[in-house]
């Protein structure tokens, strides 16, 4: 894995060598953006028919994805193609809402749905959340918040009339293709925890737990793009393919859960734009992000007796399910530099 401070060093050397030769100033564009997120993140993992000590049940723990990012982007085009890298990031730590901790059993009516896209069936199922029927022995809720930085690039080749430049007129499809890599981290805070035990608990325990994730995700899809005059309109869909790798850290426990799982997903964009000037526009952008994944978690540490046995069982199933959407406002600048009064005086 790559390190974020190198990978923004990366993205800060790429936009100089773009800015710096004069040669592709008429083919740049630049940007920045604020974005509104909201959605869901889960993680769950469980048996619905008894494991060897007879017990069915599971645990879910659960996130909201409500963040403000900001981004810086830069654009690239040559005729029908397109480049563009984009780096976004919360830049603090922010509170998020309310999180939740669940362990649970589950009985002869609870059903298990970890098939979210099912490729062979050509079937969907939109939902996070893979166990249901269940009931809560221990429930905790919280506060949470969540830092976010991600990096990403997108391609995309343009027919008919369409073109990457966002202030030619035009109409067409396109292919795109991308990847994206993302690191966010949750703190599970002000917990009051139940436990159905006897006599039953219910209190304050304070911190929970952590939660780190490194996401990556591959993009491909096919998009359309119509402007005219003042405005264009810019839609595009796109099937996904994933691997997150994630470290749920249980505080009062002492123990770490390494999760390693991979998955499919899909991100659907709806962009309008206006465009202020020859060089500047401003646009709106509505996202929407699936990704369903599936994989196994070991555990590393603890204090218990059953803890500490859990280090040596293997591995145990996970599912680590996104469903998230973001409102994105930004604006665009076309750099147009002097290109004749470059060439009438070159710099000796």
Avoid at 20 to 47: D, K, M
Avoid at 110 to 139: H, L, W
Avoid at 244 to 272: C, K
């Amino acid at each position: 894995m790559v390190p974020l401070v190198h990978t923004k060093r990366l993205i800060i050397s790429a936009f100089f060598v773009l800015f710096s030769a004069q040669s592709l100033v008429a083919e740049i564009t630049w940007g920045s953006s604020i974005e509104r997120g909201g959605g869901e993140f889960l993680f769950e993992t469980g048996n619905r028919f008894p494991n060897l000590s007879g017990i069915r049940g599971g645990s879910r723990i659960s996130f909201p994805r409500t963040f403000t990012q900001f981004g810086l982007s830069g654009l690239y085009f040559k005729d029908k193609w397109e480049a563009r890298v984009a780096l976004k990031s919360t830049g603090w730590t922010q509170n998020s809402g309310e999180a939740r901790d669940e362990d649970f059993v589950m009985g002869n009516t609870s059903q298990e749905n970890a098939t979210k896209i099912a490729t062979r069936e050509f079937s969907y199922y939109d939902s996070g959340s893979v166990y249901s029927g269940t009931r809560n022995f221990a429930d905790g809720k919280g506060k949470s918040s969540i830092r976010q930085d991600l990096i990403e690039g997108f391609g995309r080749f343009y027919f008919q009339t369409g073109s990457p430049d966002h202030w030619s007129n035009g109409s067409g499809f396109f292919l795109t293709s991308g990847l994206r890599y993302s690191y966010f981290k949750y703190l599970f805070y002000d917990v009051n925890q139940f436990v159905d035990s006897r006599p039953v608990f219910y209190g304050p325990i304070g911190l929970g737990l952590s939660y780190s994730n490194n996401l990556y995700e591959l993009f491909y899809g096919v998009g359309y793009r119509h402007s005219i005059e003042k405005y264009y309109i810019d839609f595009a869909f796109m099937p996904s393919i994933g691997r997150i790798i994630s470290r749920d850290y249980h505080v009062q426990r002492s123990i770490n859960f390494l999760s390693d799982n991979t998955g499919f997903g899909w991100q659907s964009t709806l962009e309008g734009g206006y465009k202020l000037s020859d060089t500047w526009l401003s646009y709106l952008k509505i996202s929407h992000r699936r990704f369903f994944s599936e994989g196994k978690f070991t555990a590393r540490g603890g204090l218990t007796q059953e803890d500490i046995i859990s280090n040596f069982s293997g591995g145990f199933k996970s599912h680590i399910n996104i469903k998230d959407f973001s409102i994105e406002l930004g604006f665009l600048n076309k750099i147009q530099w002097d290109t004749e009064n470059a060439t009438e005086n070159p710099i000796k």
